[in-house]
Each structure stands twice: as C-alpha cells, then as structure tokens.
C-alpha cells in the first residue's frame, strides 16, 4: 500500500520538510567590507562574502516564510528600480521582497524616467540619490551600470546587464545548497548560449569548490577575458573548468544540468541563425542519462520547449519554481545597504 503524505494547505513543501530546509551553522563573522558595497559583479565578492550572504537570505526565508515573522527591517528606506528590459521575476521577487520588509520600492521604466536620453545617467544618478537609498538597474549595456554605480552616493545593484546576472547566481546557489547541503564538490554542466549568467557561473563557481563543464555552439562561446579569469579561479581553488561544443560531454557526471534562452532580449533580429546554432543542445531525459544519479536541473526563466523538453522541466529534478522563488530572498539581502540590518537578523 503507498502511502500518500498530503502537504496542509497553510504549509508549503519547504518549510513542511525540513530537511528540505539546509544552510549551515550561522557565520561569526559579519564581513563589514560589504556595508554600502555595490553588486555589479560576483568577480568583486570574496567566498566568504557570498556564503554570508547566502546564510542571510536562507535565514530570512525560514523566518519569514516558515516561521511567519515580521522583519521591518527596511521601514522608512525607498529602492529605485530602473528596467529597460522588461522582467517576471526580477521585478515581482524585488518589489515584494522590499516590501515584506517595510521598505518602498519605486518602479521606473525608460517610459517613467529620462535615463540617458533627455538627462543623462550621471544626473539621475546623483538625483536618485537623494531621494532613495539604493538602486536596481535592469540594463542593455553594463557600461550604463558601471556609470550608474560610479556617479551615485548608495549602493547600486545589478538587476541584468549584457555582461552578468549575479542576483540570479545568487539565487541559484541558494537553490542547490538547499537542496544538496553544500555547494562544494558538485559539477555544473552549462549547455546553451555564451551569455551573461554564464558569466557570473564561470566568476564565480570555483570559489565553492564547483567544477564546472561548458557546452556553447561554436561562435557562441562564453567572452575570451571570463575564460581567462574562469581558468585562473579554477587554477587556484582546484577545480575542473571544461569547455567543449558537444552537449553530452558537458553533461557527463554532472550533479546539476543549467540552460537558458538561446534568444535574450536584444537579439530577436538573430533568432533564426540562433536556432540553427543551437540544433542538438536542448536537454532532454537522453542527456540527463549521462548525468550523475542525483542530477538536478536549472533555468532562470523564462523558458522555451526548444531549450529543455517538458519531461525534464517538469521533472522531480527540476528545480527551476524554487529558483525562481529563491530570487526574492536574495534580493531582500541587498535591498539595504548594511546589508539589510544584519546587526538585527544576528542579534
């Protein structure tokens, strides 16, 4: 007879399993460096750095979420959320994830305000400083954000560039520690586009002890000086870094399978060469098969059938709605620039 465990209602599965519910012993050492600091890059962030901020956001989210606490730790503080590029999750997890906090957050499009057309980036800069206290900017161009974060007097985080996408590698990590315990000695396979969250993976991993395997078409491979960076941190923290143009190499022993969109906003006029590029590199149960046994998958979303089939997406090992979910905890740590009132989660 099987057994059927009905998850209440007023619980959800995370906090309703708790073992489901993993990070770590609480850190003893608060890193002061990061007080006022702006997320650009995970390149400028120590390991310890990260790890900090990954135990804040996964103590938020049990307190908040499982334990129903309230947190008012941003009450009276204003965010200014600059989008050129439309967005799901990175809009909803930070205007909900500053909210549950207290805080304001103010969303402004290239519709609402004049970013560097009518007034420059280095006057609305100095302009959003006065009146909030730190800002999210979704942009094209990471030479805007760099501008942005050089001109303005609080912090300045980086909601998407061409370059990198570090809010949601945090997430990500967040979402594999959970579910694994320990980021260390896993295998990332990346199958897809040499792209911005790429990126900040190959920034960024081997800090963990995560090898990494990279599968990218040729002509899509990831950019020369993150290569480089990417074989000096694997060098250092000694990891494997392998990159190749075949899918199923990539896949091989890998504990968690990634992808994301061959198509990214800005490159539609590319989207038929892009799929004949991209023939054979959708992840499917054919290369899960050469995977680890406890094999995992993720995507940041939005997702089109021609990058993962249903049967993988859809899966028990797929966690794409918890990372998804996980970028609103993350986004609350750096809502502040404390960041976020840590002398008070840690009292």
């Not at 590029?85 to 809009?91: A, C, E, G, N, P």
Request: proline share 5%; with cysteine.
């Amino acid at each position: 007879m099987v057994k059927v465990v009905t998850v209440p209602h007023s619980l959800n599965f995370f906090c309703h399993f708790p073992w489901r519910y993993r990070h770590g012993p609480q850190p003893t050492k608060t890193p002061t460096q990061l007080k006022g600091q702006d997320l650009l890059t995970l390149q400028n962030y120590s390991a310890e750095d990260i790890k900090y901020l990954l135990w804040v956001a996964a103590d938020l989210k049990e307190r908040i979420k499982c334990k129903g606490e309230y947190l008012p730790l941003l009450q009276g503080k204003a965010l200014a959320m600059i989008f050129e590029k439309r967005s799901t999750r990175t809009r909803l997890s930070t205007e909900t994830g500053f909210a549950v906090l207290g805080g304001h957050p103010c969303f402004l499009t290239t519709q609402d305000i004049h970013l560097g057309i009518n007034e420059s980036i280095t006057d609305t800069a100095r302009v959003l400083s006065t009146m909030t206290d730190a800002i999210l900017a979704r942009v094209y161009k990471h030479v805007d954000l760099e501008v942005l974060a050089q001109q303005a007097t609080i912090p300045v985080i980086n909601g998407l560039s061409d370059s990198d996408h570090p809010l949601q590698i945090l997430a990500d990590y967040l979402t594999l520690q959970e579910h694994y315990g320990s980021l260390n000695g896993l295998t990332l396979s990346w199958i897809g586009d040499g792209n911005n969250v790429l990126n900040s993976i190959m920034l960024s991993a081997a800090r963990f002890g995560m090898n990494l395997h990279v599968a990218t078409p040729k002509g899509f491979e990831p950019d020369p000086m993150v290569i480089k960076i990417a074989e000096q941190e694997s060098v250092k923290h000694r990891t494997k870094l392998f990159l190749t143009s075949v899918p199923t190499e990539a896949a091989k022993g890998a504990n968690v399978l990634i992808t994301d969109t061959w198509i990214s906003m800005g490159q539609e006029a590319e989207k038929e060469e892009r799929l004949r590029a991209f023939q054979g590199y959708q992840i499917t149960m054919k290369t899960a098969k050469v995977a680890a046994a406890d094999w995992t998958f993720l995507h940041c979303l939005p997702r089109k059938p021609e990058e993962v089939d249903d049967e993988v997406f859809y899966s028990p090992q797929s966690l794409v709605f918890q990372e998804a979910e996980n970028r609103k905890w993350i986004v609350m740590v750096y809502g502040h620039s404390d960041p976020i009132g840590v002398k008070d989660l840690m009292a």
